[in-house]
């Protein structure tokens, strides 16, 4: 009977460490990310990111950061951003792209686009190649303010 208790304590403690330790989730407020063009986006203290801009469409790129190097040279098991568009007539376009250390891109791979007054949304992206060395950003075009709130992203998440 002990060497029942025994093995069925290190059977859960095996499979409790190889589940954690498979799960790599990090999520990221949209405050990581920059406009492209210089411009700073509106920060909430959400930690969302919006164009406040009434003339221009927005560029932001945020950083996918990764602590894991795949040993079969994927970029992530899943990427998701969060995204609201709320102009009534532009679409919201994300991609994600890698790179070589030296900013040449290595893959590329564009997300669903997300329909005009769209409420908040998941935007998935398919799995890349990525150079062991190099590193991966998300791109979103965000389209202008309207009235009466602003398009923007909330957040993202990467699976490793």
Not at 6 to 33: N, Q
Not at 51 to 80: E, H, I, K, M, Q
Not at 92 to 99: D, L
Not at 129 to 156: D, I
């Amino acid at each position: 009977m002990k060497s029942l208790v025994i093995a069925t304590t290190l059977t859960l403690v095996i499979t409790t460490v190889s589940t954690s330790a498979g799960a790599d989730s990090k999520f990221y407020p949209a405050t990581l990310c920059n406009a492209i063009d210089g411009a700073s986006p509106s920060y909430w203290t959400t930690g969302a990111a919006f164009n406040a801009s009434t003339t221009v469409d927005r560029y932001f790129v945020c950083p996918v950061v990764r602590d894991t190097v795949r040993t079969d040279g994927s970029s992530w098991s899943s990427l998701v951003v969060t995204a609201l568009n709320l102009h009534p007539t532009i679409w919201m376009t994300c991609f994600a792209a890698t790179s070589y250390p030296d900013d040449y891109e290595f893959g590329h791979v564009d997300a669903n686009q997300l329909h005009p007054s769209s409420d908040w949304t998941d935007l998935s992206f398919p799995t890349i190649s990525v150079p062991s060395t190099g590193y991966m950003v998300l791109n979103c075009r965000v389209p202008r303010f309207t009235g009466p709130y602003p398009s923007g992203l909330a957040s993202y998440r990467i699976d490793e």
